[in-house]
């Protein structure tokens, strides 16, 4: 994943962070492939450390969502 650090700027309509939820003010990180914004390096860097590790394991098969085999 890569980000860009913007300071300095500002959004067009209040937004929240994509983690904490925190009112994004001047300066925040922006995901580029997903377009996230993130209120500082912490935050985002949680966000990259939780989809990693996430993506690790493999679906279950569809029965054991629905109970049926």
Partial sequence: MRCV???GAKLKAQTCCA???RVISDSYIREIGSRRI????HCYSVALEISVLTRGY???ALGAW????
């Fill in 5 to 7: 650090i913007v300071n």
């Fill in 19 to 21: 983690r904490c939820g």
């Fill in 38 to 41: 993130y209120c500082d390096f």
């Fill in 58 to 60: 493999p679906l279950p």
């Fill in 66 to 69: 629905t109970g049926r085999s």
